[in-house]
């Protein structure tokens, strides 16, 4: 059976990622290895060049829909001293509610994308791959619910040279994932 995942690769001809672990970044291929095995297939990765990672320039280049293409972003804030982190999946057509509802969910007076350099650092993976797999255990993953119900999206890999194809569905499975309507606007 041909994953979903493919029909949103455009140009690309994607792997199934666990055959492909020099395209991952560790966290990333750890976070695989974890998933059930039908889960794990259906998730596959293709190298692409590390300039075009950004979304826009990825998705120009390779023909891959915009609007299967899921952005992950790292927002912090911080109450009484404590530094809290979240992870937000919105799709690229949308940006992610960061003032409103990542800020209530994380119970803080103010929150923000983290610095590049600090997500980077904690997350362990490259600016600009940044995915939903893999992150930091007792993180909030926050995925919005038109992620969850597209059949394919595309998601970083942890590493600028390649791409995730993924199921949205897979995404609410993960560590920590929880669903939020209205997280992309």
Do not use: Q
Request: hydrophobic share 50%.
């Amino acid at each position: 059976m041909t994953s979903p995942a493919v029909h949103v690769a455009g140009s690309l001809r994607p792997e199934p990622a666990l055959d492909r672990p020099e395209l991952l970044a560790a966290p990333v291929l750890d976070a695989l290895r974890g998933l059930p095995a039908d889960r794990a297939t259906a998730c596959l990765v293709a190298a692409i060049d590390p300039e075009l990672a950004d979304t826009a320039a990825f998705c120009d280049a390779y023909g891959s829909p915009l609007e299967a293409s899921a952005n992950c972003v790292v927002v912090a804030g911080a109450r009484s001293g404590e530094r809290r982190f979240a992870a937000c999946v919105v799709l690229a057509t949308t940006r992610a509610d960061v003032n409103t509802v990542v800020r209530k969910r994380l119970d803080v007076r103010k929150a923000s994308f983290a610095p590049m350099d600090e997500a980077v650092e904690l997350t362990g993976m490259a600016h600009g791959g940044i995915t939903p797999f893999g992150l930091p255990a007792g993180w909030p993953l926050l995925v919005d619910t038109a992620v969850l119900a597209a059949p394919a999206v595309v998601v970083g890999s942890g590493r600028r040279e390649s791409k995730l194809f993924v199921p949205g569905a897979v995404l609410g499975e993960l560590p920590g994932a929880e669903p939020v309507d209205g997280l992309g606007r």
